[in-house]
């Protein structure tokens, strides 16, 4: 066991305004490598603002980030981070294929294509879409690139992992299997792992830890907590019964 855990992310007093309005107010946040975070909160918290934060795409009018003891913007340079955003805009008559939209995810490492080519199919076996290698990326369904473009950010091994709402469009079973696959990467691979989600029936099970941003951070800890009606309140800001299956 490890007895000392490196700070992957440290977020200091962080305020994001835009047009006059906070968005982010005095937020303030560890996660430790290794680390699986849940980060939930109604729409419109500041959610997807805070990963874009995090990765130097929108800038901080205060406090202070450092991603593995790097600004944002070194982080990135140094491919420590990998991102999916919350909507990915691709276009129509691209021509790519599965297979080379994971390759392309590889393009700064220095590797044989051969080894590539098996890093990326290995990668999209994990999420289930190996079997998609040759068809057009802009053909395949919404879940499907979904999938498709998990496995090219982990077949490119980042430090920290930043999704926002990596489930959309993917469903129940599949939903599971990939905070399964998540969780089972983090521990052979050692990525830290933050994610944006609204699974909140579902994704307390898999993650260490949960944040509920809603301008503030309103609550870091437990991730079973953000299933107490009193948190949800908090958070959501109306009376919520969380809907989970139990085993
Ligand atoms: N560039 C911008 N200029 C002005 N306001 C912005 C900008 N980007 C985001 N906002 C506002 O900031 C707030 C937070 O938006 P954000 O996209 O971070 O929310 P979110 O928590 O990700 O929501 P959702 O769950 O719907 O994805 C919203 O009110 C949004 O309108
Ligand atoms: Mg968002």
Redesign the pocket.
Known sequence: MKLFRQLAVNVEQLYVK??G?T?LEDINLKVYEGEIVAVV??????????LKTLLGLVKPTAGRIEIFNFPPREAVKRHLIGYIP?RVNFKRDSCLSALDVVLLGMYHLKLPKEEKVKRALESLKLFGVDHLKDRRFSDLSGGQQQRVNLARVVAAEPKLLLLD?PTTGIDFSGQQTFYEQIKKLRDKKGFTVIM?T?DVGVVWRYVDKAVC?NRKLHYHGEPQAILRPEILKLVYGTEMVPLYHKH
Do not use: A, C, L, Y
């Open positions: 835009k047009e309005k968005i909160g109604p729409n419109g918290g500041g959610k997807t603002t805070f919350q709402e944006v609204h941003i």
